[in-house]
């Protein structure tokens, strides 16, 4: 989805001629430019995904250490290799400019830098949620689609006040109408998703083992008792059970419906800007899939940093220390590392037998009582 999503948004320079501002006569004269923005397409695709690999992944997929070590540089030189890759397309690009062409070169350069940085930048955050666990992927996605279709219900059947004049057909009624539906969406689907394992382990290798782990207590039930009238007259049970992590999505679903419909009001400004009337027809009356992407990215930020601000425990537990070790060394320095850990702890145990065998045979305090009882022994003998 995220790539789809990438391959739409590319510069006017990428391929399709549909997209406004390309200029195919200018491209003409122009040989090997659209390559070059292939290679920063590539480049900021190296250094955007490139970070999320890890040694520890790398283990999971081979076990060739020629390939492990080949593998296991890049990532270590990641940035510099990146840089060095975007200082050759800058270099790349100064080589390239013609007289008279300068301004079409420089919109196409800066045109390129943009919608990378949005795409990228963004997507990225996408990317790093799935690895917190599906759950923190497809809840926001979800609201977001949720909050999307049923701002068009209500505004096609209950629509007459105006909201935004970017968007004529967006409605003061359709916004309240979403908001209340993804309010009570995200409370209903956080617990659905809650229950199961598979979407809400994190992803910490490429193996299968994930699939299966502790949820944790965010996942776990909490049972709250109903009044008595309620589960008398209305209800047919005493209390109700209630996953932590439902509050936590009702704070989601407050942003999905009143802050991230800005990026639809957003596309829409740009569509205007290039007279797009839709990014796609896949869906009749309501736009392309694509359309429905406007919001997506501005939610994969947010709820990544409510998920590591508001979710993800401050303080630093052993299993955090572990798997960051686990990521950012090797197969020999782990084996470095956990060698010497054992020595650390081998030495501060023989300090403590030392210490607690001194105190219980400490020559002093055993004369003393010898002498005391000797005293004592004496005076029975008196």
């Not at 992590?245 to 596309?267: D, E, R, T």
Request: glycine content about 8%; charged content about 15%.
């Amino acid at each position: 989805m995220v790539l789809v999503h990438h391959l739409r948004l590319l510069p006017p320079d990428f391929g399709t001629g549909d997209v406004p501002m390309r200029r195919a006569h200018e491209d003409k004269r122009l040989p090997g430019f659209r390559i070059l923005n292939w290679h920063f397409y590539f480049t900021a695709m190296l250094f955007v995904y490139g970070r999320i690999l890890s040694h520890q992944l790398v283990n999971t997929v081979t076990s060739d250490k020629i390939f492990y070590k080949l593998v296991s540089k890049l990532i270590k030189y990641q940035m510099v290799i990146c840089y060095f890759l975007y200082i050759a397309g800058v270099m790349w690009f100064i080589l390239t400019l013609k007289k008279k062409m300068y301004k079409y070169q420089f919109g196409q350069f800066a045109w390129t830098h943009m919608i990378l940085i949005v795409v990228f930048t963004q997507s990225a955050f996408t990317v790093a949620n799935i690895f917190e666990g599906i759950f923190w992927f497809l809840l926001p996605a979800s609201l977001i689609a949720v909050n999307d279709v049923a701002a068009y219900f209500f505004g096609f059947f209950f629509g007459k006040t105006p909201l935004i004049k970017l968007s004529p057909k967006k409605t003061w009624e359709g916004f309240i109408g979403a908001s209340v539906v993804t309010t009570i969406s995200a409370f209903v689907l956080a617990n659905v998703f809650g229950h199961f394992q598979w979407l809400t382990c994190p992803r910490k290798d490429l193996s299968t083992g994930w699939l299966l782990c502790d949820p944790g207590p965010l996942f776990k039930p909490e049972y709250y008792p109903l009044p008595g009238w309620l589960s008398r007259w209305v209800l047919p049970w005493k209390e109700v059970a209630i996953l932590p992590v439902q509050w936590h999505a009702l704070c989601l679903s407050l942003f999905a419906s009143s802050i991230a419909p800005f990026g639809g009001f957003f596309a829409s400004g740009f569509k205007r800007a290039f007279k797009i009337k839709d990014f796609g027809d896949s869906i009749p009356g309501h736009g392309g899939f694509t359309d429905r992407m406007d919001c997506q990215m501005v939610m994969a930020v947010f709820a990544y940093i409510y998920h590591q601000s508001f979710v993800v425990p401050q303080d630093y537990t052993v299993e955090m220390i572990i798997n960051e070790i686990l990521r950012s060394l090797t197969l020999e320095e782990q084996q470095i590392l956990y060698t010497k850990l054992g020595q650390i702890l081998q030495e501060r145990m023989s300090d403590l037998i030392t210490i607690f065998g001194g105190l219980l045979y400490d020559p002093h305090e055993r004369s003393t009582k010898d002498s005391v009882s000797g005293e004592v022994d004496r005076g029975f003998s008196c």
